[in-house]
């Protein structure tokens, strides 16, 4: 038996959805419904938003960069890349410190990039656990 394709008769991509496809959309917009109701506040400063978008930002620019070393071929051109992508980040972070900047903002800013750095570091300590940890070998056993 072997693995179902995304491909259809012709090569193109096929679309469709599992059951197990609206669960898990179903349990990420209870997760985010949760997460935007609990962090109202927050949200209408739109620190967290922002910061969202900066990573995402950021993370676009960064594994762009790394295709075209690698000589990938980009099928998707955005539009003034890698310009626009710098523009935005340099206005969010603009945003950023002048929400910093503001006291009615100041508690969300710096709790919302305090909170950033704790993530960052726990993904750190998390990536150098997973290469310090010894990968056992399986030997084949012939019988």
């Not at 096929?14 to 949200?43: C, D, N, Y």
């Not at 998390?126 to 012939?142: D, E, I, K, L, N």
Request: proline share 4%; glycine share 10%; with cysteine.
């Amino acid at each position: 038996m072997s693995a179902p394709s995304a491909n259809g008769a012709n090569g193109d991509l096929v679309q469709g959805f599992k059951p197990r496809h609206e669960t898990m959309l179903s349990i990420a917009g209870i997760i985010g419904t949760g997460l935007f109701v609990g962090s109202g506040h927050a949200i209408a400063a739109g620190a967290i938003a922002l910061l969202l978008y900066l990573a995402i930002a950021v993370s676009q620019l960064r594994m762009r960069g790394i295709l075209r070393r690698r000589n990938h071929q980009l099928v998707f051109r955005m539009w003034l890349c890698p310009w626009l992508t710098w523009l935005v980040i340099g206005i969010i972070s603009f945003i950023l410190a002048v929400m910093f900047i503001m006291p009615t903002h100041r508690v969300e800013v710096s709790s919302t990039l305090a909170l950033t750095v704790i993530i960052i570091l726990l993904s750190q300590t998390g990536r150098r656990s997973s290469h310090s940890r010894p990968v056992p070998v399986r030997r084949a056993v012939r019988g």
